[in-house]
Structures are given as C-alpha cells and as structure tokens.
C-alpha cells in the first residue's frame, strides 16, 4: 500500500463511530455529538479534495475537473462539522459565503484579463480571497464548538433517562430512574 493511501485510510477510520464503553452516544439524529468528530469532519471535508483536486489540477490553465474539486472541498467542506453538529444554519452561512467569494474571485479573475483594468479587480481578488479564506478558518476551527453547542442543547432539555446503578446500601446492581432537567 502505497504511503499516501495509508494516510487517508488512517484519517477515514478516524470518522468510523467509536464502540468504546465511556464514549458519548452518537446514534440517531438526537444524539450527544463528538467535539473532535465535527472538527475532523470539517477539516478532513476540506484537506482532501482541496490537496486532491489541487495536485490533480496542477500544471493546468483551464478549470479542470481537478480544480473545481478542490473548489468544492473549498467551498463546502469546512462546513460538513457543522452539518453533522446539526447547527444547520452556520453550515449554509459559511456555504453561501465562501460560495460567494469564490464567484467574485472568478469574476475578477475573468474581468482582469478582459478589461485591463488591473488595480481595481486585484483589489476585488484579494479582498474575497481574505473572506474566504477567514470563512474558510473559523468554520474549520468552529465546528467542535457547533457540537459543544448541540451538546448543551441537549442537556437542558427535560426527560426521563434509565440508567444502571449500584444500590448505594447493600451494593448490588439494579436501574435507576432519573428525572432530567
């Protein structure tokens, strides 16, 4: 197996949900969300398309199928530890933004070299470019606080929760009841 393939399996297996017994629960759409899964989420949904698509579009003029994965990781993959963090609303906002970015960015790309007017669209370049990459950066490194969030949520809700337990007298084991709020 070559080295690279190595590194992206050990990474992939980093995202297989845990079986151990002290973990959180991570089943269903309601369930305690992992701080560090939404940031591997979010950072391993940017790094390989980005440096995938990135080396694949190496060495080309035109936009290659390479470079608009790279794109795409760009765009959507600081996002993805917000999705799975179910904060729904940050994920799309960064989405948009850098989205957006993006397009001005091809824009000025395309106009520079239509219109000559050189200063004005290196201005507009650079000014998305900072954007997108600061959207880009606080979406990556947000994402385990998307969870954390989640997380809080969850624990201020009201329920009832069963539990194993030891009986406090004689010491044998049984299920308790507990009233959450």
Not at 39 to 62: D, H, M
Not at 116 to 138: C, K, P, Q, R
Not at 147 to 174: D, F, I, K, Y
Request: hydrophobic letters at 45%; proline letters at 6%.
């Amino acid at each position: 197996m070559r080295p690279t393939a190595a590194i992206v399996l050990l990474c992939l297996s980093a995202l297989v949900p845990s079986t151990s017994p002290g973990a959180e629960p991570t089943t269903g759409a309601e369930g305690w969300k992992s701080p560090s899964r939404a940031f591997l989420y979010s950072f391993l949904g940017t790094a390989i398309p980005v440096g995938a698509g990135g080396g694949a579009a190496l060495g080309q003029n035109e936009l290659s199928p390479g470079a608009l994965v790279a794109i795409g990781g760009a765009v959507i993959g600081p996002s993805l530890g917000h999705f799975y963090a179910q904060r729904n609303g940050r994920a799309i906002r960064g989405i948009v933004v850098r989205g957006a970015a993006a397009g001005v960015i091809a824009a000025a790309v395309n106009t520079s070299t239509d219109s000559g007017d050189d200063e004005g669209m290196a201005a507009l370049f650079l000014a998305a470019s900072v954007v997108g990459v600061t959207f880009l950066i606080a979406d990556i490194a947000g994402a385990s606080r998307s969870a954390r969030v989640h997380n809080q949520e969850l624990a201020g809700r009201t329920g009832v929760c069963v539990s194993p337990m030891a009986c406090p007298v004689a010491g044998a084991p049984g299920i308790g009841l507990h009233v959450v709020y």
